[in-house]
């Protein structure tokens, strides 16, 4: 297998690439004004240690596949065109109103609460930039107003005078019905058709979001027309740099729904988190070749710490009303949970509880952490582990950033020593304490809302700090393996590498499957296998327009099911695609209350209060051959070796312990698989650090992964 | 006389002990205890807290299982809100919390309605005294118990609390509880919140804390009862199970810190939580400037008639005591529905501090419990129990918007902000309660969760957010309407349309309420209700020379099929109130407008209710309002040019909106003059203005000028001292309204003989 696959950062351009058995990792830095020459800088790095040139990689390789935070940046930095939106006459409030709770999308709990401060962001459509227009549907899509055309054309032209650049459609009940929405497209290319120069591209919702809800389906478009050309231009400036050096087949992004297609399959909205989402492909292909069963994917950078879960069985994850920045939308995305923790995260005195609190407030990397010598001020995460001795001050990040350990400790003394009354070793374990009981708490919470116990659970620690921490964070979860997973420093390019052609497409309904008025079982088979084709239909026409053949087209069928008129839609995997009698009705109820206790409780179901489907989901997806880990799993006790001489001790505290260790120091690249080391212990490597707490053993496995396991036996606490 | 001095002499202590016992023994009905509901103070500490926090002290270790626990409490929240078949539960109206041993709350979910949890304490303490040890009920570990009677402890009976007992090796360790604003409660109107109760017994379903869950399985002889009793009987199943199950979630993770760190540590971290809480709370009152501010608020009606409810609210900082003093307010109404128990007021007053003034808070019990609250007996903000409650919205709103306009003044001159200074947010729930039988054949009884989209007041330094948030809670959800519609027979023809000149002017204008116009449409059993004050008087205060709000009635358009309208004649369809409403556009309908009190009314296929959501409350002068910002208010439909030109003296091209910033000035400096012009001195106003009673031709409910321990009661005539309650029966509207006919039939000498 040849293949190239990129994961284009806010900060780095990460890069791999499978030639033959040979697995390349190389990073560039991202050039912002034109990606792809951070593109090609990393590429050629490789193409360096291939021996190659790039166009005989680029002429070679079976696809090249992108992952990109592009999307997210443009929208934090409120780089869009002018939006113009018609929606129903009577809604036009709805987007500006944002539910009430949009002030507190995609904020923490203190700014959700703190009423007085509560302002929601800047908008991507101007209030005065929505119209409404005259027509109505119902629930069902019946017809309550007929559209009225000329106040169509009316409106369409008063936006288009106050300057629209896009015009985004947004009417209420148009996934039963979109016949209002596809007329004003019409219309709208009656007014500016294509061939003149002042055509508007049109955006309607129906198309972008296929469940109900018109608010969270209204910023869905939005926020796809806001991203439309800012993607089309750079994906498209990607796609000719291939182009200019022979890359002949068609390029594919990653999307946020955990697979890829070409870009002319692409909507912008799916480009969004495509990066973090790589990673969580990444453990979950790594999980199935390994046979590590259940994983939790986390992600410890400098100022937040990402969670994702990978469950046996193929469950997927889903958000199906993330908050994209501060915007909630409506589309299927793997789930992703952002806590604000990392290195960066500040620690300050709990004047109240008379302790320290930690985050969320990060000092980023500019000024960064204190010890960083940039002017930061605050003690932070980093400012405490250098303290306690983790990290080398003189080649912390493979030497590019030297640490100044007076400054870390004179941040620690100033905020905490003297209002805890403890030195200075003292507090920063407790940082370092409280900056993992939060992560493990909110690691805990996020498997627990979802029916899991963490002990079941292999974690998976990557990103700059999480080997650092997941020692810490693991002790307090009961987990007992931790997986510093192979090529972790292009984890996200990875997954990207293993992804599959995927589209998703949903139909919200409302389908009673258990009446308890009536006590009537669902009988309308033609009804739902009808949706279910048709759904599987537009996949397929998705896929082989792409030039997928039919025979290599798959489709997974999802029921978004719940009791009586509940808000809660668990979602139910089901097997067979087709309904012909009561038994494959009663086979469907039964899988979605297996699915449900498992998530909320066995005897939690309450099926007599009625059933009903509101979304059936239809994945179409055709897989690509993926890449090969060697087995990874780490070897029997007994068959494995002993370390080389260590490089070096440091003297480190630990939380729990009152007396110092001298810590034995080993360079990552002078362990071999098989090797064994009892913490407490430190590898070190140019891009993290592998702490091993007391209590656990770092054992090294092949293609560079690293496995920290706790100790049968913990060790007695002093 | 002799006898008569023997009988007075004071019992000795042993006859105290047998008239105890015997008065014990012999009591009729346990009903809300009045030493549990009149403290809102935490319990003292027990031995068993005392001993647990000698073993475990240390701060960073209580830190971390109190992490635990609020992590625990949110997951539970979670559930609530994802599994909860109410209408409340899915826009955030619940709340969980784990409680001491001794009832206290000592850690709510970050999430939901605090005061819900703030007064589920209550009930928990009428449990622990009077059933723990009673042999026919007893606490066990297995057991959980329902409540929704306010009396006992809630806002209303709409919201149903669960609340389980948390053992660890037979020993009481703390409480759980789980509480949603569930609606539909079985009162004479559907919805759970009934303006037409004249009685607690038109309130529906009246849970006094009892046993419900045996074994961790509700008992089903009881769940039977319990959805006989309401309209909803799929909607109480679903809701108990939920709660139920969501406690067990939270008790899960109480018992792993049990195990992994012993019960000492969990006793100590809630008492130690909580006594730091308070204590910090102590320090920051401490900090404000000693003085004592006077503000009142006033209800427009008892949603039956109209008339003038005074909320009356002085609050005094002396030191670390901080004083509300809502004496003087309206007496209560024995015959209508906007009282409210004392606790009610108190827990929304925690609100304020909890979201308004302190934010960094944790959410508990604590964080108002040093803080004073002194009332009437039977006013309208302190009900006995024979008072009606089920809008006790209306006192506890009110009640909680005098707090914040009187803090207001604190924080702008307390030297450390937690927050920013603002005007009080819009405090009613304009909204549609509705209840019937729907499309798919269901008897439903509930709101729309437009009571969430309160406008915001303006702050310090910018205008107030539109339809932000209900003042009860943070995170609500306004919903979304098409998923609604999937399970009501009617439509928002107009649903989120900003409503232009219902404004709150100032330097900076408070966040703007939204149009809504519903029709029944597929149902011929559907009726809805209104419940708000506002109609005629603002329900708030502007601050530092901002305005109140504007205010807003309800409208109706009957004897008209709109559908029709909207399939034959779309023409004619106006989608705002104030078209509709001027020009009258359906020949043959009729055209009215109401007071916000409308009882449950059945509405024919396509008649029309129209409301507004209201506004916050502006900040500073209007006329330094920077005239950029007033065009752009006239670019978006929040105000019509005139009014803007009126209010706020800019200048502008009327087609262009182009400012004449020259003018605009010219003609603010105008005004300026005009006002000093209109101004008279103090003393001189004060002589003119001031008046001995409240006027005759109004019917005028509480105190009067400075004297607020004489209470008024409709007439300037009729008082009572604020100490010495007296009944006050309000006389059925339809018997006011017979008798006006009446008179106008003497009048006209056409009465005839049918009045003898």
């Known amino acids: 297998m040849k293949r190239v696959s990129v994961d284009i950062g806010g900060t780095f351009t990460d890069c791999f690439v499978v030639w033959g058995g040979q697995y390349i990792e190389t990073k560039a830095l991202t050039t912002h004004h034109n990606l792809a020459m951070g593109f090609n800088e990393a590429l ?243 999980s199935m070749q390994a046979a590590l069963g259940n994983v939790v994917a986390t992600d410890m950078g400098g100022t937040s710490y990402d969670i994702g879960i990978v469950v046996e069985g193929g469950i997927k994850h889903y958000d199906f009303n993330p908050v994209i920045d501060r915007w909630l939308v409506s ?151 931790i997986l510093a997973p192979p090529l972790s420093s292009v984890f996200s390019a990875v997954g990207a590498g293993n992804m599959h052609q995927l ?79 009561p038994g494959d009705v009663l086979a469907i109820i039964s899988q979605f209350s297996t699915d449900y206790g498992k998530r909320f409780g066995e005897g939690s179901q309450a099926p007599e209060a009625g059933i009903r489907i509101n979304t059936i989901r239809v994945a179409a997806y055709a897989k690509h051959e993926t890449v090969k880990f060697e087995d990874i799993k780490p070897l029997p006790k007994p068959e494995r070796s002993a370390p080389p001489a260590p490089d070096s001790h440091r003297t480190c505290h630990f939380v729990g312990f009152d007396q110092a260790f001298e810590t034995p120091v080993w360079a990552r690249k002078d362990i071999v698989p098989g090797v064994e080391i009892e913490g407490p212990a430190i590898v070190a490597s140019e891009v993290t650090t592998f702490l091993v707490n007391p209590g656990w053993t770092y054992v090294a496995a092949k293609q560079g992964a690293s496995w920290f396991l706790r100790n049968e036996a913990p060790i007695t606490r002093h | ?166 053992f660890h090796k037979g020993k009481l360790v703390c409480w759980v509880a789980s509480t949603v604003h569930e609606g539909e409660n079985g009162a004479i109107e559907p919805g759970g919140m009934p303006s037409m109760a004249e009685s607690p017994s038109d309130e529906g379903l009246k849970m006094s804390p009892f046993k419900v869950v045996e074994n961790y399985q509700i008992k089903r002889d009881i769940l039977t009862f319990l959805q006989n009793s309401v309209r909803e009987p799929k909607l109480q ?195 549609f309660i509705w209840g019937g039988v729907s499309q798919h054949g269901e008897t439903l009884g509930n709101l729309c969760a437009d009571l969430n989209g309160m406008g915001a007041g303006a702050t310090v330094n910018r205008d107030g957010e539109h339809a932000l948030a209900p003042v009860f809670a943070t995170m609500a959800d306004i919903g979304e309407q098409e998923l609604n519609e999937e399970e009501v027979p009617f439509l928002q023809l107009v649903s989120k349309k900003m409503t232009r000149d219902a404004i709150a002017p100032g330097k900076y204008r408070g966040g703007q309420g939204y149009t809504m116009m519903v029709a029944t449409k597929d149902s011929e059993q559907w009726g809805f209700m209104t419940t708000a004050q506002g109609a005629k008087i603002p329900p708030l205060q502007g601050l530092f020379g901002g305005y109140a709000c504007g205010t807003y009635p309800l409208c109706k358009v009957k004897d008209v099929d709109v559908y029709d309208v909207l399939m034959n004649e779309p023409e004619r369809f106006r989608h705002s109130i104030e078209d509709l409403m001027n020009e009258q556009p359906f020949d043959e309908a009729s055209y009215s407008t109401h007071h916000m009190g409308m009882g449950f009314e059945i509405s024919k296929r396509g008649e029309l209710f129209m409301i507004s959501q209201g506004a916050g409350a502006g900040y500073g002068d209007l006329l330094e309002r920077d005239p950029g910002d007033v065009i752009k208010d006239i670019e978006e439909g929040l105000i019509s040019p005139g009014v803007a030109a009126r209010l706020y003296k800019v200048v502008f091209d009327a087609k262009t909106l182009a400012i004449d910033f020259d003018a605009t000035e010219a003609a603010r400096a105008e005004e300026r003059q005009a006002r000093i012009a209109r101004s008279t001195p103090y003393a001189e106003f004060i002589k003119g203005w001031n008046k001995p009673k409240p006027p005759a031709h109004l019917q005028y409910f509480g105190c009067w000028g400075d004297d607020t321990g004489t209470l008024y009661m409709g007439s300037p005539e009729i008082t009572r001292r604020g100490d010495q309650p007296r009944p006050n029966y309000m006389t059925h509207p339809k018997d006011v309204r017979i008798a006006e006919l009446e008179a106008r039939l003497i009048a006209a000498g056409a009465m005839g003989d049918e009045k003898k």
């Open chain 2, 1 to 166: 006389m002799n006898d008569m001095s023997t009988r007075a002499k004071m019992p000795s202590t042993e006859e105290i002990t047998l008239i105890k016992k015997f008065l014990d023994d012999t009591t009729l009905f346990l009903g809300p205890d009045p030493e549990i509901m009149q403290n809102h103070d935490l319990m003292p500490r027990t031995d068993i807290e005392d001993a647990a926090i000698t073993t475990v002290s240390d701060a960073h270790t209580v830190a971390k299982i109190r992490d635990r626990i609020q992590a625990g409490c949110d997951e539970g929240f979670e559930m609530v809100e994802q599994m909860g078949a109410a209408p409340g539960a899915k826009w955030g109206d619940v709340i969980t919390g784990v409680y001491s041993a001794s009832g206290d709350l000592a850690i709510a979910s970050a999430g939901g309605v605090l005061i819900f949890s703030a007064l589920v304490h209550h009930p928990i303490k009428f449990i622990i005294k009077n059933w723990m040890n009673d042999p026919t009920v007893g606490v066990k570990e297995g057991d959980g118990f329902i409540h929704n009677d306010s009396r006992y402890g809630n806002v209303h009976n709409t919201d149903q609390s669960m609340i389980l007992p948390i």
């Open chain 2, 237 to 431: 199943y679903e809701d108990m199970k939920v709660k139920l199950f969501a406690c067990l979630r939270i008790k899960q993770r109480i018992e792993e810190t049990l195990n992994t760190d012993g019960p000492e540590a969990l006793v100590a971290t809630l008492r130690l939580t909580m006594e730091n809480v308070r204590a910090e709370v102590k320090r920051r009152i401490s900090e404000w400037p000693d003085m004592t501010v006077r503000t009142y608020i006033i209800q427009d009606s008892t949603l039956r008639e109209n008339c003038v409810v005074k909320i009356n609210c002085k609050l005094t900082k002396i030191g670390d005591r901080l004083i509300f003093d809502f004496r003087g307010s309206s007496p209560e109404f024995t015959n209508r529905a906007t009282n409210t128990i004392v606790a009610g007021l108190k827990g929304m007053l925690a609100q304020v501090f909890l979201c308004y003034v302190w934010p960094d808070l944790p959410r508990g019990q604590a964080a108002f419990a040093p803080i004073e609250v002194i009332t009437d007996p039977h006013s309208i903000v302190n009900c006995s129990y024979d008072a009606p409650n089920s809008q006790s919205l209306m006192s506890i709103f009110t009640g909680f918007t005098a707090g914040q306009h009187a803090v207001a003044k604190f924080l702008y001159s307390c030297p450390e902000k937690f927050t920013k200074v603002h005007a009080p947010t819009f405090n009613m729930i304009n909204t």
């Open chain 1, 331 to 481: 589309v299927p995305m793997v789930h992703l949970v952002t806590l604000g923790a990392g290195g960066g995260s500040v620690a300050s005195y709990d004047r109240m509880y008379k302790t320290v609190k930690c985050g969320p407030e990060s000092a980023g990397s500019d000024p960064g952490p204190a010890c960083y010598d940039r002017g930061g001020m605050q003690p932070t995460v980093t400012d405490a582990d250098l303290l306690l001795g983790y990290l080398d001050a003189k080649n912390y990040a493979g030497g590019s950033i030297s640490l100044n350990p007076r400054r870390a400790k004179a941040a620690v003394e100033d905020a905490l020593c003297d209002e805890l009354d403890c030195d200075v070793i003292e507090a920063a374990k407790l940082i370092r304490q409280k900056v993992d009981d939060n992560m493990a708490n909110g690691l805990f919470t996020e498997l627990r809302a979802r029916g899991y116990d963490p002990k079941d659970f292999t974690m998976l620690a990557y990103g700059g700090n999480g080997p650092l921490h997941c020692c810490g964070i693991a002790q307090n979860l009961s987990i007992d393996q």
């Open chain 1, 44 to 286: 050629g790095k490789a193409c360096d240690t291939l021996g190659l040139g790039l166009e005989e990689i680029l002429g070679k390789v079976d696809s090249v596949r992108y992952a990109t935070t592009l999307g997210t940046n443009a929208l934090i930095e409120h780089k869009g065109p002018k939006i113009g939106m018609l929606v129903t006459a009577g809604y036009e409030a709805t987007v500006p109103l944002s539910r009430a709770r949009g002030y507190g999308e995609g904020l923490d709990n203190l700014g959700q609460q703190d009423m007085p401060n509560a302002q929601r962001p800047d908008p991507l459509v101007e209030p005065h930039m929505i119209c409404g227009v005259r027509e109505r549907l119902d629930f069902e899509g019946k017809m309550v107003m007929r559209l009225d055309e000329e106040d169509v054309r009316r409106q369409l032209r008063e936006l288009v005078d106050r300057g629209a650049q896009i015009i985004v459609v947004a009417l209420v009940n148009s996934v039963v019905n979109p016949a209002h929405e596809q007329r004003i497209e019409e219309i709208v290319l009656e007014e500016y058709p294509t061939h003149l120069l002042g055509a508007i591209p049109v955006i309607l919702s129906h198309q972008v979001a296929g469940r109900k809800g018109e608010y969270v389906r209204a910023t869905s478009a939005i926020v796809d027309g806001y991203l439309h050309s800012t993607m089309y231009h750079a994906l498209s400036a990607l796609e000719q740099n291939l182009r200019a050096h022979k890359y002949e087949k068609p390029m594919l992004v990653i999307h946020n729904s955990g697979g890829m297609a070409q870009l002319n399959s692409t909507d912008a909205l799916q480009t969004i988190h495509s990066g973090p989402v790589s990673g969580i492909g990444a453990s979950e292909h790594l």
């Open chain 1, 503 to 581: 589209h998703i497409h949903e139909q919200s309904l409302y389908m009673v499957l258990y009446d308890s008025n009536t006590r009537h079982i669902f009988d309308d088979y033609d009804r739902f296998n009808a949706i279910v084709a048709e759904l599987k239909e537009k996949g397929t026409q998705d896929l082989l327009r792409q030039g997928v053949p039919l025979e290599q087209i798959s489709h997974d069928l999802e029921l978004d099911m719940r009791y009586g008129n509940q808000l809660v839609q668990t979602t139910a995997v089901i097997p067979a695609h087709e309904v012909h009698g």
